[in-house]
């Protein structure tokens, strides 16, 4: 069984930090990674993809990945009021999907 | 959002009825996804087109029943639904299947009463 964990949260971070986000994965034949985020009430949106080990960068958002320890993490940094939501991370284990964890809601606290 | 769109938003149908979801992407992609999203759960994948075929039926019961007339285009056939399949209906394409990044449309909002 191919599964991604994230913790479910809440997770407050005061406006103006850092917000660390974690997913761990089940499966070492995992070939890309992604986050979305997701509003209440609407649906995911794409924010960041990663497929190979290390770092990338896109404005405010990093995603870092380790393939050996099996977990990819999103940082925001300088958070502000409407990065609150909730982020789910998609892994595509080699075959034709991606599978999602249950994501994680983060409240960006004024 | 704006590259996949989903008709209706919102749906409200008796178990009895016959109702049809629809999907368009305007991406110029080859896949099209159908996924449930219910209220603590993670998004359940449902069926999987590929260049007009279907390449996964995820268990999915058969009052779903998906039609994908083109890569453009794709459809949800829904029949004598129960109340526990209230949820929120989500297309999504990518390039092709396969570990591509997948774009969600807005989704349809259903209640089954």
């Known amino acids: 069984q191919k599964e991604v964990e994230q913790n479910s949260g809440p997770l407050s971070v005061p406006e103006g930090a850092i917000a660390s986000l974690n997913c761990t994965y089940s499966?070492?034949?995992?070939?890309?990674f992604f986050w979305y985020r997701q509003y209440s009430g609407k649906s995911p949106e794409l924010i960041m993809s990663?497929?190979?080990?290390g770092d990338k960068e896109d404005g405010r958002f990093t995603a870092q990945l380790n393939k050996a320890s099996q977990y990819v993490s999103l940082l925001i940094r300088d958070s502000q009021p409407s990065d609150s939501a909730t982020y789910l991370c998609?892994?595509?284990?080699?075959?034709?999907?991606?599978?999602f964890g249950t994501g994680t809601r983060l409240t960006i606290i004024p | 959002e704006t590259g996949v769109t989903q008709t209706p938003r919102h749906l409200v149908m008796g178990m009895t009825n016959k109702k049809s979801l629809k999907c368009e992407q305007h991406?110029?992609?080859?896949?099209m996804y159908w996924y449930k999203q219910s209220a603590k759960k993670p998004l359940e994948l449902m069926f999987v087109?590929?260049?007009?075929?279907?390449?996964e039926n995820n268990s999915v019961p058969s009052r779903f029943s998906p039609e994908c007339p083109n890569s453009s285009h794709l459809f949800l056939h829904l029949h004598t639904l129960q109340p526990e399949d209230s949820a929120l209906y989500l297309c999504?394409?990518?390039?092709?299947?396969?570990?591509?990044?997948?774009?969600f449309g807005p989704g349809t909002r259903l209640t089954v009463t």
């Open positions: 499966d070492r034949v995992s070939q890309s």
């Open positions: 999504a394409s990518s390039p092709r299947k396969g570990p591509y990044e997948q774009y």
């Open positions: 991406l110029g992609h080859n896949a």
């Open positions: 087109y590929n260049f007009k075929e279907q390449t």
């Open positions: 990663i497929y190979s080990n």
């Open positions: 998609a892994v595509n284990f080699g075959n034709e999907k991606l599978t």
